[in-house]
């Protein structure tokens, strides 16, 4: 499972920006596919979880009602949405794939992309 994450970049707060990420390998539609974040001095994070089917979503406290994750089968690719985007959401932003949901733990990560929330 490769996976290449794209779209961040530097915001201001309340502005917004959504991620990508594309994985390449063939067996796309049948893993869960998330976003974790680690901010500096800080330990990573698990942000927003999608199972194979769309029918389970999950989000971290922080980001409820500001992120949304969604994901194209037939594109192999992973979205995330942040709208209200706080300083405090300053972070490297990882992709992560997981065989039927996102654990604590996704054995396969892209490889970041930097998300800058300036106030």
């Known amino acids: 499972v490769q996976l290449q994450a794209s779209g961040g970049g530097l915001a201001q707060a309340g502005a917004s920006l959504r991620l990508s990420c594309a994985e390449s390998?063939?067996?796309?539609?049948?893993?869960?596919m998330g976003w974790f974040r680690q901010a500096p001095g800080k330990e990573r994070e698990f942000v927003a979880g999608?199972?194979?089917?769309?029918?389970?979503?999950d989000y971290a406290n922080s980001v409820k009602g500001r992120f949304t994750i969604s994901r194209d089968n037939g594109k192999n690719t992973v979205y995330l949405q942040m709208n209200s985007l706080k300083p405090e959401d300053t972070a490297v932003y990882y992709c992560?794939?997981?065989?039927?949901?996102?654990?604590?733990?996704?054995?396969?990560w892209g490889q970041g992309t930097q998300v800058t929330v300036s106030s």
């Open positions: 992560v794939a997981d065989r039927v949901e996102v654990t604590a733990t996704p054995p396969w």
């Open positions: 390998g063939r067996t796309y539609s049948t893993y869960a």
């Open positions: 999608i199972r194979w089917n769309g029918a389970s979503i």
